[in-house]
């Protein structure tokens, strides 16, 4: 039995980001070749997913969403009490700077690709209203992270990212926009955790 315990922890403890960057990015490369696909026979054009005609607007979208949102997981993180709260973020920070950024970087990548950039996309051709698709994109969000569901008001923490994210996207039509505000919020809490500026409350 305490052999059994042993050869557990230790397969626990082999998992590292090489192992999610690696998914991920195999991931990316179906939804990739999903939007080439999808832009191949005329349901989206390549401005859908790449226009720069509002150069401030994404700009700032960026700025003030990533702040925004570093914010408020730094307010919930000080005021929700450590029972109450996924340790996400903390469990990343033994792993090395650049395993970090990587992995966050990619995940995010995946992640608004499959999510923003194919299915609020989809939603949006057939539903043509916004918020509605918006809405139900994020519900699948919602979905996706299992984990959360144990610690239910940890679903707020992923419930509002994701409807700005959303939102942004849908403004700007740019998914480097949402794709960019995810990665920083992402990379910004598990940094404040790997260095000690913010604890959980206790």
Not at 92 to 109: C, K, R, T
Not at 185 to 202: A, C, E, P, S
Request: aromatic residues 18%; glycine residues 4%; charged residues 15%.
């Amino acid at each position: 039995m305490k052999k059994e315990g042993k050869i557990w922890r230790k397969t626990k403890k082999d998992f590292s980001p090489k192992d999610a960057i690696f998914v991920f990015s195999s991931f990316t490369f179906v939804c990739v070749a999903i939007i080439f696909a999808l832009i191949v026979y005329d349901v989206f054009t390549i401005q859908d997913f790449l226009s720069f005609n509002q150069p401030f607007t994404m700009v700032m979208s960026i700025i003030l969403a990533s702040f925004g949102l570093l914010l408020f997981g730094v307010i919930l993180t000080l005021f929700i009490p450590s029972k109450y709260m996924d340790e996400t973020n903390k469990s990343y920070q033994d792993y090395s700077l650049l395993s970090i950024v990587a992995f966050m970087f990619i995940g995010a990548l995946f992640e608004e690709i499959l999510f923003r950039g194919i299915i609020q996309n989809l939603l949006l051709v057939f539903l043509e209203q916004p918020w509605t698709a918006i809405i139900l994109t994020t519900l699948l969000f919602i979905g996706m992270h299992i984990q959360y569901f144990k610690k239910p008001i940890m679903l707020i923490n992923i419930t509002v990212p994701s409807l700005i994210f959303g939102w942004i996207y849908f403004e700007t039509s740019n998914i480097l926009v949402p794709f960019l505000v995810h990665f920083l919020m992402n990379i910004g809490m598990t940094l404040l955790f790997k260095y000690n500026l913010i604890r959980v409350k206790h």
